[in-house]
Protein backbone atom coordinates (compact mmCIF):
# COMPACT_ATOMS: atom_id res chain seq x y z
CA UNK A 1 0.00 0.00 0.00
CA UNK A 2 1.42 3.38 -1.08
CA UNK A 3 1.36 5.58 2.18
CA UNK A 4 1.58 8.59 -0.24
CA UNK A 5 0.99 8.76 -3.97
CA UNK A 6 0.73 11.97 -6.31
CA UNK A 7 -0.97 11.95 -10.00
CA UNK A 8 0.36 12.40 -12.26
CA UNK A 9 3.80 11.48 -12.42
CA UNK A 10 5.04 12.96 -15.40
CA UNK A 11 3.17 16.00 -16.92
CA UNK A 12 4.52 17.98 -19.82
CA UNK A 13 1.99 20.86 -20.81
CA UNK A 14 2.49 24.12 -22.82
CA UNK A 15 3.18 27.93 -21.46
CA UNK A 16 0.19 29.25 -20.73
CA UNK A 17 -2.23 25.89 -19.44
CA UNK A 18 -3.41 25.67 -15.91
CA UNK A 19 -2.72 22.31 -14.20
CA UNK A 20 -3.49 20.08 -11.08
CA UNK A 21 -1.35 17.72 -9.67
CA UNK A 22 -3.29 15.63 -6.64
CA UNK A 23 -1.60 14.34 -3.63
CA UNK A 24 -3.21 11.57 -1.09
CA UNK A 25 -1.76 10.03 2.50
CA UNK A 26 -3.56 6.79 4.20
CA UNK A 27 -1.10 7.12 6.91
CA UNK A 28 -3.71 9.01 9.25
CA UNK A 29 -1.59 12.38 9.29
CA UNK A 30 -2.46 15.83 9.91
CA UNK A 31 0.32 17.80 8.32
CA UNK A 32 0.71 17.81 4.34
CA UNK A 33 3.02 19.61 2.20
CA UNK A 34 4.24 20.61 -0.64
CA UNK A 35 7.72 20.97 -1.85
CA UNK A 36 9.44 21.97 -5.34
CA UNK A 37 12.71 20.55 -6.61
CA UNK A 38 14.33 22.24 -8.96
CA UNK A 39 17.16 21.33 -11.91
CA UNK A 40 19.98 21.47 -9.38
CA UNK A 41 18.47 19.17 -7.38
CA UNK A 42 17.72 22.06 -4.49
CA UNK A 43 14.46 20.64 -2.62
CA UNK A 44 12.62 23.69 -1.10
CA UNK A 45 9.22 24.03 0.89
CA UNK A 46 6.19 25.59 -1.08
CA UNK A 47 3.09 24.68 1.44
CA UNK A 48 2.03 23.18 4.60
CA UNK A 49 -1.77 22.02 5.76
CA UNK A 50 -2.40 20.94 9.31
CA UNK A 51 -6.10 19.93 9.35
CA UNK A 52 -6.91 21.46 6.23
CA UNK A 53 -5.33 24.78 7.40
CA UNK A 54 -2.73 26.83 5.60
CA UNK A 55 0.13 26.94 8.05
CA UNK A 56 3.38 28.10 5.83
CA UNK A 57 3.13 29.41 2.76
CA UNK A 58 6.62 30.72 1.42
CA UNK A 59 7.15 32.55 -1.16
CA UNK A 60 5.72 31.13 -3.88
CA UNK A 61 3.57 32.76 -6.80
CA UNK A 62 -0.14 33.46 -6.74
CA UNK A 63 -0.34 31.36 -9.55
CA UNK A 64 0.08 28.23 -7.12
CA UNK A 65 -2.57 27.76 -5.20
CA UNK A 66 -2.87 24.49 -2.42
CA UNK A 67 -5.96 23.24 -1.70
CA UNK A 68 -7.16 20.93 0.84
CA UNK A 69 -10.17 19.08 0.44
CA UNK A 70 -9.38 16.98 4.08
CA UNK A 71 -6.52 15.66 5.82
CA UNK A 72 -5.88 13.35 3.68
CA UNK A 73 -5.66 15.02 0.32
CA UNK A 74 -3.72 18.27 -0.58
CA UNK A 75 -3.79 19.16 -4.34
CA UNK A 76 -1.68 22.00 -5.93
CA UNK A 77 -3.28 23.95 -8.90
CA UNK A 78 -1.23 25.77 -11.37
CA UNK A 79 -1.90 28.73 -13.32
CA UNK A 80 -0.69 30.28 -16.33
CA UNK A 81 2.05 27.93 -16.45
CA UNK A 82 5.27 29.64 -17.10
CA UNK A 83 8.85 27.62 -18.20
CA UNK A 84 10.11 28.12 -15.06
CA UNK A 85 7.76 25.97 -13.24
CA UNK A 86 9.48 22.99 -14.32
CA UNK A 87 10.56 20.45 -11.74
CA UNK A 88 9.44 18.16 -9.33
CA UNK A 89 7.51 18.54 -7.46
CA UNK A 90 6.94 16.42 -3.94
CA UNK A 91 3.82 15.85 -1.74
CA UNK A 92 4.83 14.94 1.88
CA UNK A 93 2.97 14.47 4.97
CA UNK A 94 3.77 13.91 9.31
CA UNK A 95 2.11 13.70 12.13
CA UNK A 96 2.79 16.63 15.13
CA UNK A 97 6.04 14.83 15.68
CA UNK A 98 8.00 12.65 13.99
CA UNK A 99 9.85 12.80 10.27
CA UNK A 100 7.87 13.65 6.94
CA UNK A 101 6.48 11.19 4.05
CA UNK A 102 7.26 11.67 0.64
CA UNK A 103 5.32 11.03 -2.03
CA UNK A 104 7.29 9.60 -5.90
CA UNK A 105 7.13 13.23 -7.17
CA UNK A 106 5.37 14.55 -10.12
CA UNK A 107 7.76 16.37 -12.86
CA UNK A 108 6.43 18.67 -14.38
CA UNK A 109 7.63 19.94 -17.70
CA UNK A 110 6.46 23.45 -19.29
CA UNK A 111 7.43 23.62 -22.79
CA UNK B 1 16.54 32.08 7.59
CA UNK B 2 18.25 28.86 8.12
CA UNK B 3 20.68 27.04 5.29
CA UNK B 4 22.10 24.22 5.15
CA UNK B 5 25.56 23.24 3.36
CA UNK B 6 26.47 19.66 2.56
CA UNK B 7 29.84 18.22 1.67
CA UNK B 8 30.81 17.06 -0.87
CA UNK B 9 28.71 17.89 -3.65
CA UNK B 10 29.40 14.54 -5.03
CA UNK B 11 31.24 11.55 -4.08
CA UNK B 12 32.35 8.89 -6.25
CA UNK B 13 33.30 5.62 -4.22
CA UNK B 14 34.72 2.14 -4.87
CA UNK B 15 32.06 -0.85 -3.66
CA UNK B 16 33.28 -1.88 -0.01
CA UNK B 17 35.01 1.30 0.99
CA UNK B 18 33.63 3.75 3.90
CA UNK B 19 32.78 7.28 3.36
CA UNK B 20 31.64 10.29 5.13
CA UNK B 21 28.98 12.73 4.17
CA UNK B 22 28.93 16.47 6.13
CA UNK B 23 25.94 18.61 6.65
CA UNK B 24 26.73 21.87 8.38
CA UNK B 25 23.61 24.48 9.24
CA UNK B 26 24.19 28.26 10.06
CA UNK B 27 22.17 28.11 13.12
CA UNK B 28 21.43 25.64 15.97
CA UNK B 29 19.71 22.09 14.91
CA UNK B 30 16.81 21.20 16.63
CA UNK B 31 15.64 18.63 14.37
CA UNK B 32 18.06 17.15 11.83
CA UNK B 33 16.67 14.45 9.03
CA UNK B 34 18.37 12.61 6.59
CA UNK B 35 16.80 11.38 3.80
CA UNK B 36 17.99 9.38 0.23
CA UNK B 37 16.79 9.91 -2.90
CA UNK B 38 17.18 7.77 -6.35
CA UNK B 39 16.84 8.91 -9.26
CA UNK B 40 13.22 9.45 -10.57
CA UNK B 41 11.76 8.20 -6.78
CA UNK B 42 10.82 10.04 -3.41
CA UNK B 43 12.59 10.98 -0.15
CA UNK B 44 13.32 8.18 1.98
CA UNK B 45 13.81 8.66 5.31
CA UNK B 46 17.03 7.25 6.85
CA UNK B 47 17.49 8.91 10.37
CA UNK B 48 16.18 12.00 12.71
CA UNK B 49 18.77 13.70 15.35
CA UNK B 50 18.21 15.83 17.93
CA UNK B 51 20.30 15.74 21.08
CA UNK B 52 23.92 17.19 21.09
CA UNK B 53 26.14 14.34 20.46
CA UNK B 54 23.30 11.84 19.42
CA UNK B 55 24.33 8.95 17.39
CA UNK B 56 22.12 6.61 15.61
CA UNK B 57 22.97 3.69 13.57
CA UNK B 58 20.52 1.47 11.24
CA UNK B 59 22.37 -1.48 8.98
CA UNK B 60 25.67 0.03 7.83
CA UNK B 61 24.74 4.06 7.85
CA UNK B 62 25.44 5.81 10.96
CA UNK B 63 24.33 9.48 11.61
CA UNK B 64 26.11 11.56 14.20
CA UNK B 65 24.71 15.09 14.83
CA UNK B 66 27.74 17.23 17.01
CA UNK B 67 27.61 18.35 20.59
CA UNK B 68 27.08 21.99 19.70
CA UNK B 69 24.05 20.81 17.01
CA UNK B 70 25.16 22.72 13.99
CA UNK B 71 26.93 19.64 12.25
CA UNK B 72 25.82 16.92 11.52
CA UNK B 73 27.75 13.49 9.57
CA UNK B 74 26.53 10.25 7.97
CA UNK B 75 28.55 7.67 7.59
CA UNK B 76 28.66 4.87 5.61
CA UNK B 77 30.35 1.39 6.09
CA UNK B 78 31.82 -1.24 3.08
CA UNK B 79 29.88 0.86 0.96
CA UNK B 80 27.43 -1.24 -1.83
CA UNK B 81 25.69 -0.16 -4.94
CA UNK B 82 22.58 -0.29 -3.09
CA UNK B 83 23.82 2.78 -0.98
CA UNK B 84 24.08 5.15 -4.44
CA UNK B 85 21.80 8.26 -4.79
CA UNK B 86 21.50 11.51 -3.77
CA UNK B 87 21.73 11.72 0.33
CA UNK B 88 19.97 15.25 1.36
CA UNK B 89 20.12 16.65 5.31
CA UNK B 90 16.93 18.61 6.63
CA UNK B 91 16.60 20.45 9.34
CA UNK B 92 13.40 21.16 11.31
CA UNK B 93 11.95 22.48 14.31
CA UNK B 94 11.42 20.80 17.20
CA UNK B 95 8.03 19.21 16.17
CA UNK B 96 7.61 17.56 13.12
CA UNK B 97 5.02 19.48 11.26
CA UNK B 98 7.27 22.34 10.52
CA UNK B 99 8.73 23.01 6.77
CA UNK B 100 12.04 20.84 6.73
CA UNK B 101 14.81 23.15 5.00
CA UNK B 102 17.21 20.77 2.90
CA UNK B 103 20.92 20.66 1.99
CA UNK B 104 22.57 20.96 -1.15
CA UNK B 105 22.51 17.46 -1.61
CA UNK B 106 25.55 15.00 -1.93
CA UNK B 107 25.02 12.72 -5.58
CA UNK B 108 26.81 9.22 -3.95
CA UNK B 109 28.05 6.42 -7.05
CA UNK B 110 29.43 3.61 -6.02
CA UNK B 111 31.63 1.46 -8.60
CA UNK B 112 31.74 -2.28 -8.64
Known amino acids: DTAVSQTPKYLVTQMGNDKSIKCEQNLGHDTMYWYKQDSKKFLKIMFSYNNKELIINETVPNRFSPKSPDKAHLNLHINSLELGDSAVYFC??????????FGPGTRLTVL | SQELEQSPQSLIVQEGKNLTINCTSS?????LYWYKQKYGEGLIFLMM?????EEKSHEKITAKLDEKKQQSSLHITASQPSHAGIYLCGAGGNFGNEKLTFGTGTRLTIIP
Open chain 2, 27 to 31: KTLYG
Open chain 2, 49 to 53: LQKGG
Open chain 1, 92 to 101: ASSQTSGEQF
